[in-house]
């Protein structure tokens, strides 16, 4: 079992930024790609980024592209994502997301533990 629990949410203005992160506990051995993703309010759960759990390879979607980062600190158990020039369509939950024997995934179902998700809010 996998356990993940997001942090570093809250409230901020339009153009700031803001790091979350995502602190993974018991059988982390087992993971092989993590991910972030966020659900605004009436919206589908949509996919922002992720990246294998050792080596180099990121993948972001188009919409955070050249704003967001992920990154990891693997002592630490520990997934980052440094979301910067925030926009207002940015506001949503996010949640960080761990597969097991899977590669880099946008689809949800292939992800097999999820955090709680942490709130984050854009004021223009």
């Known amino acids: 079992q996998v356990q993940l629990v997001e942090s570093g949410g809250g409230l901020v203005q339009a153009g700031g930024s803001l790091r979350l992160s995502c602190a993974a506990s018991g059988h982390t051995v087992s993971i092989y790609t993590m991910a972030w993703f966020r659900q605004a309010p009436g919206k589908e759960r949509e996919f922002v980024a992720a990246?294998?759990?050792?080596?180099?390879?990121?993948h972001y979607a188009d919409s955070v592209k050249g704003r967001f980062t992920i990154s990891r600190d693997n002592v630490k158990n520990t997934v980052y994502l440094q979301m910067n020039s925030l926009k207002p369509e940015d506001a949503a939950v996010y949640y960080c997301?761990?597969?097991?024997?899977?590669?880099?995934?946008?689809?949800?179902?292939?992800?097999?533990?999820w955090g709680q998700g942490t709130q984050v809010t854009v004021s223009s």
């Open positions: 997301a761990a597969g097991l024997m899977i590669p880099v995934s946008t689809t949800p179902a292939r992800y097999s533990y």
């Open positions: 990246s294998y759990w050792s080596g180099d390879s990121t």
